[in-house]
Structures are given as C-alpha cells and as structure tokens.
C-alpha cells in the first residue's frame, strides 16, 4: 500500500462533496471501514492503496472497528453519533468531510409521483423538521414505529411501495414487527397523503436504487445521497436534509485529537507508517 499524499475537496451536484487521497507509501497501514454502496464507501475508495473494507451494514464496520480490525469508518454524521451511542468505546471526529444532501429516489416512469412528493414535502415542512428533530434528540418516546402492508402486485395502483434498507438508525430501523426512523416517517406522510398504503420493501442497499430504476418500487428511502450517478437511474425529489461525513474511531485513539481541519486530518493520516 502506498502513503497518503494528497486530499481533494470536490463539489458534487454543487452541493455535495467528497474527499479523495491520491497517492500511497508502500508502509501505509492506515486501515478504513464503510457501508459498501454509500456514499462513505464511495469516499472511502477513494483512498487510494490503502486498505479498504466494505461492510453490509455501518454496524458491522464500527464492530470490527471495535475489535481492532479497522481504524477508522467514514460514515454519515447522524449514523455516525448513533453507533457511537450503541457501541461503548467509540467517538466521532469532530470534522466534517464533506456537505451533501439527502433525497427521495423517485421511478423514472412515474413523473406525476415525483411531482406530488415535492408538493407534500413542502406543504409538511414544519413536521418534516419537528420528525429530524426529535430523532436527532434521540426522542424515543415519541418515535412512531410504522408497519408495513404486504406488497401486492394486484394493488399496485392503491400501494405505496418504499425501498430501504433498514440498518441506518436514526434514518430506518427496524423495531420489533414494524419499522422507525425519520425516513419512515416520512414516507408514511406522503403515503397517507396520496391516500396509499404503505409497503416498505427492506434490502440490502445496494440495491434500493437499482430496484427503483427497474421499476420495481415506486420510492426509495435509505439516507440516499443525491448525486450524479444515481440521477442515471432515478429522479430526486427536492432535498429533505443537508448531511456530513465524518469519521468514528475508538475512544483511545488519540491521532487525530488536535485536528481542527480536514488538512489536518490528512496529514495525521499521512504521519502513518
């Protein structure tokens, strides 16, 4: 592996931005985890010639993170200070290392849908905010757990269909029989908007945009990123939520305590040998 020698801050859409290092030493042992798919892991493969793990889910990058096997994980900010509240020992780096938004993914064939999400996203803004809130402040007691319909093709025109995937607390989660988390929230307002029933269909997230892009859901909700390539593929109703990546790391690594930017942040990383 190589050492890390340069940082790039670069805009995506205008609005979202991603880090990449160029460059490696052959004595590099700078080890990073992420969620394989997200827009962390996308980040994180930019680290050229470092050493790289992908996970299903960010909680089995910040399990290994707590064995030992990696040093840090680049993960969105609110899962970031989720895991780090479930999982003793951890803590997140204080830096963000990027600003991009989150957006409902919307079936490419169905522009009348897109239309409507973006009226209910406006018209409910004030609850919307007062729904990120409330999880951001870790309100348990007034999460509301939704259930799901059962997906039915013979009820396509009365169903909803909403692809996550349900291992990105406080977005979604699942809670006993039925899910919660901000994005199912949501998604149960624009379904009782439309006046549809709700099927939340969970996978693994590699495959929410794909699914949506072959038309086998209306909707995808999963803390998704809007960025150029997933356009290729889906359309994006307006944003909901401006997030960060940073980085999570055990309590007792100290190496990058006294950074106070992302430059500094390279160039502690880049002191790895």
Avoid: W
Avoid at 83 to 102: A, P, Q, R
């Amino acid at each position: 592996m190589k050492k890390i020698l340069t940082l790039l801050l670069t805009v995506i859409l205008g609005v979202a931005c991603c880090f990449g290092f160029a460059g490696c030493g052959e004595n590099a042992t700078v080890k990073i985890g992420s969620q394989s798919g997200t827009t962390g892991a996308m980040y994180a493969d930019c680290l050229k010639g470092c050493e790289v793990s992908y996970y299903d889910t960010f909680a089995l990058a910040a399990q290994d993170l707590k064995n030992g096997k990696v040093e840090y994980v680049v993960v969105d900010g609110a899962t970031a200070q989720s895991l780090k509240n479930d999982i003793s020992g951890l803590k997140v780096i204080d830096i963000e290392l990027s600003s991009e938004y989150y957006g409902i993914a919307v079936d490419k064939a169905q522009p009348e849908l897109l239309s409507s999400i973006n009226t209910i996203l406006e018209s409910k803004k004030a609850e919307i905010d007062a729904i990120i809130e409330k999880y951001m402040n870790d309100d348990e007691e007034n999460f509301v757990p939704v259930a799901s319909a059962v997906k039915d093709e013979s009820k396509a025109a009365t169903q909803l269909v909403v692809a996550t995937n349900a291992e990105f607390p406080p977005f979604e989660s699942i809670s006993g029989d039925k899910y919660v988390g901000i994005d199912i929230e949501i998604a149960k307002i624009i379904a009782d908007e439309l006046g549809l029933e709700l099927v939340i269909d969970n996978m693994q997230f590699d495959a929410v945009v794909q699914s949506i892009g072959t038309h086998s859901v209306d909707i995808g909700m999963s803390g998704l990123t809007i960025t150029a390539e997933r356009k290729k593929s889906v359309n994006f109703a307006n944003p909901y939520y401006i997030e960060s990546q940073y980085i999570l790391t055990l309590e007792s690594n100290t190496k990058l305590d006294d950074c106070m930017t992302v430059i500094d942040v390279l160039n502690v990383l880049t002191a790895n040998k």
